[in-house]
């Protein structure tokens, strides 16, 4: 005979992502993958490909599709990064910063949610550019200079709360000179299961 308790759980729905926010999860970074593998054996089954890929994650995303890929923007302007974001960024923690966030979707569905700090000192002169790329990648602004160079790829547990929530995620500084920006992905389960 089920307990009460189990019989209240089966009736109540799991909560779901509310599908017009982004609904970035909470993320302990790590700074490798063999690291975070300490904590979480799923970084190394079928995500792990997508937290190790090196070039641009937008042409490997391109490369799965079937038929098309794009960009979804759900937020640009200026914010203010999270006081861990801007520790990592170097930049004073109430300093706004252009924040983009889209999700990167192949073949019509959602794979990735993407979170990008762009610092002030980035948006001066050429970086201008940054403001304006409306659903064109960020990766092919990136990746179209060699002044861009990626530092070490971070892997992230992500502390879902809702089902559709992404539960990996993998990280990099991009830095040219002394600018540095700040590119978090959050792999959702459709792009790897
Ligand atoms: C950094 C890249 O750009 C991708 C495109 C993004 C965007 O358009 O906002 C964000 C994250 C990336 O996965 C890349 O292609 O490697």
Partial sequence: MPSRGSDINLNVPEPSADPRSLN?????????????????????????YWLQVEGSFTQALRHEC????????????FAQPSPEEARHLGIPWRQNAWVREVR???????????????????????GRRLRRLGNR?????????PRWQRGPIETGLCTTEVTG?????????????????????????????
């Fill in 165 to 193: 929530q992404p539960e990996i995620a993998r990280r990099s500084l991009f830095s040219n000179g002394n600018k540095s920006l700040l590119v978090g992905e959050y792999l959702l389960p459709a792009l790897y299961r």
């Fill in 104 to 126: 990167l979707c192949g073949d019509g569905e959602p794979w990735v949610l993407a979170r990008t700090i762009i610092p002030l000192k980035c948006l001066e002169g050429e």
């Fill in 24 to 48: 970035i999860p909470r993320t302990e970074w790590y700074q490798s993958l063999a690291a975070a593998g300490l904590r979480n054996d799923d970084v190394h089954g079928p995500a792990r």
């Fill in 137 to 145: 990648p960020l990766g092919a602004y990136l990746f179209s200079s």
């Fill in 66 to 77: 079937r038929h098309s890929f794009h960009v979804e923007i759900h937020h640009e302007g």
